[in-house]
């Protein structure tokens, strides 16, 4: 009897065993998170034009900008520019829409035919591995593309260049400093 016994509890155990072990059960866990818009852009250092180049000496051309372009003393700048979605990038003057010499206005005035307190400059953001387009302000305004839109995100070591040219300024600018200030923007514009 014992040994029946004995029998009966361990067919009753191995049984049991199986029953137990599919007792389970789960549940689904959702998981989420969101990022939020973010526009970054490195300060660049002030452009200068220590000395606008003219035209010296006598003739039809005397004092007006030389042919071409000219470059900031400082050239081109390398700063970067990152945003994590389509963000718009834009450039324009806050102050004068051009090098202003306030103090030659009426230096300028005295031959406003032939003489100007305003320089007309450009401001190219170029991206270095093709994120956006390339980015052409003009504070003349012709032929200015001054907002670009990436078609998506973008980190970009992007070449700065701040430049005058003579198509934009057509007649003499006057003797004196000339100043400005530009902003450029990312994200909503």
């Known amino acids: 009897m014992k040994k029946l016994a004995l029998v009966a509890v361990a067919t009753t155990a191995m049984v049991s065993s199986p029953a137990f072990a599919d007792a389970t059960d789960s549940a ?6 969101t990022v939020a818009d973010e526009c970054s852009i490195e300060a660049p250092a002030a452009f200068e034009f220590a000395s606008v180049n003219i035209n010296q000496g006598a003739g039809a051309n005397a004092l007006l900008l030389k042919n071409g372009s000219q470059n900031a003393d400082s050239g081109t700048q390398n700063i970067y520019v990152s945003c994590n979605y389509a963000a718009q990038i834009a450039a324009k003057s806050t102050a004068n829409n051009g090098l202003l010499n306030a103090a030659g206005a ?3 005035a005295n031959d406003a035919a032939d003489f100007t307190n305003l320089i007309h400059y450009r ?3 170029t991206s270095n591995d093709g994120s956006f387009s390339k980015l052409d302000y003009r504070t003349k305004g012709t032929g200015s ?16 260049r701040v430049y005058i040219d003579r198509d934009d300024t057509q007649k003499r600018p006057v003797a ?13 514009i």
């Open 28 to 33: 689904t866990l959702d998981v989420s998170a």
């Open 106 to 108: 009426s230096l300028a």
């Open 123 to 125: 401001i190219e953001l």
């Open 145 to 160: 593309s001054p907002t670009v839109t990436p078609g998506g995100a973008f980190h970009d070591d992007a070449n700065l």
């Open 176 to 188: 004196g400093a000339y100043v400005d200030t530009a902003v450029i923007t990312l994200g909503a």
